[in-house]
């Protein structure tokens, strides 16, 4: 739960960042604590008005201050008036909020590192997704003109049936004798007509 402290059971810190394995080519990497051996100004973080920040939500002095503020060395700190150390509870206070922000720090360059790799992986989906686009409109093309060629193949076929039949029709089998054998033979009704002479001729030759 929220503002609940974590105990020894609870599971590890690098567990507490759960994502999809798709996500990432790899797990989250341990963090490690740095040491912290940076000197705060005390002068000019007193100068500092906290409250405008807070108010103004204002970014830049925060990352102007993040670093020294989270990797400052305050166990050895001392009250500038009486040089006594610092309260034990309000030094641990300053380092668990040290700790805090470091971890923050790691979630989010972790973070960073994954939305550039999903940016990435999602250039080349859309770049895959062009290209196969591409693809299906070439093959539509080729799609449409097999079936406009199809359609005019069948269209000739059409017209070379109706050809043949119709020159069929104007055949006819006759009878025609040459000599003293008939011969069969198919002729267009045009030439009925001279195999008929041709045939009564000879027929009126041999009766006379």
Not at 28 to 39: D, G, H, K, M
Not at 84 to 106: G, I, K, W
Request: hydrophobic share 35%.
């Amino acid at each position: 739960m929220p503002g609940q402290f974590r105990t020894p059971s609870d599971p590890p810190v690098s567990g507490l960042l759960s994502f999809p394995s798709s996500w990432s080519s790899g797990p989250l990497q341990p963090l490690r604590f740095r040491a912290r051996t940076e000197s705060m100004d005390w002068r000019r973080l007193s100068a500092l008005d906290v409250d405008h920040v807070a108010r103004e939500m204002d970014v830049v002095v925060l990352q102007e201050y993040i670093s020294a503020v989270t990797f400052c060395d305050v166990t050895g700190e001392r009250c500038p008036y009486c040089r006594s150390p610092a309260d034990p509870a309000l030094v641990n206070l300053l380092r668990m909020s040290q700790l805090s922000t470091e971890y923050l720090l790691h979630c989010q360059d972790y973070l960073s590192s994954q939305v550039s790799g999903l940016e990435d992986r999602l250039q080349g989906v859309l770049s895959k997704a062009d290209r196969e686009g591409e693809e299906r409109a070439r093959l539509d093309s080729e799609l449409q003109a097999t079936k406009q060629e199809s359609k005019l193949r069948k269209k000739m076929l059409a017209t070379q049936q109706l050809l043949l039949q119709a020159s069929f029709n104007n055949y006819h089998k006759v009878n025609v004798i040459f000599g003293p054998h008939p011969v069969l033979l198919f002729t267009s009704g045009r030439t009925i007509k001279l195999y008929h002479l041709i045939s009564t001729h000879q027929l009126t030759s041999s009766a006379l």
